[in-house]
């Protein structure tokens, strides 16, 4: 117990002097730093807005790739079905007999109306 009754004073001390540098030491900003804050924040929300621009000019873009994709796809396909038949040329169709009946083709039939003089 001694030991604590003779550094009290000291603690002490040191507790006031700490307390008297931490409540001294202010910090003000200066006209020139809240300009230049300022001038960053609205950069900022500038670079925001850009973000997000680019962002949904990135999913616009990519279903448009998608779709380009697709079409490029079914282009191959009809390329590698007419290489096919261009390769087997000129029996392409192997079942067809040039020599068989053609089938009789059925047409729609239309009833045709009449207008109603005034």
């Known amino acids: 117990m001694a030991f604590w009754k003779e550094r009290t004073g000291v603690v002490a001390a040191a507790a006031f002097g700490a307390a008297l540098v931490l409540t001294s030491c202010t910090c003000h900003i200066k006209e020139e730093q809240q300009a230049m804050i300022n001038q960053l924040r609205t950069e900022e929300r500038q670079l925001n807005d850009d973000i997000a621009k680019a962002d949904k000019d990135k999913s616009r873009i990519g279903s448009e790739l998608a779709t380009r ?50």
């Not at 290489?83 to 067809?96: E, T």
């Open 69 to 118: 994709q697709g079409e490029v796809r079914k282009c191959n396909e009809r390329k590698a079905f007419v290489q096919d038949k261009m390769g087997r040329w000129p029996n392409i169709w192997p079942d067809w007999d040039p020599n068989a009946p053609v089938a009789p083709v059925e047409e729609d039939v239309q009833t045709k109306t009449t207008k109603k003089k005034k």
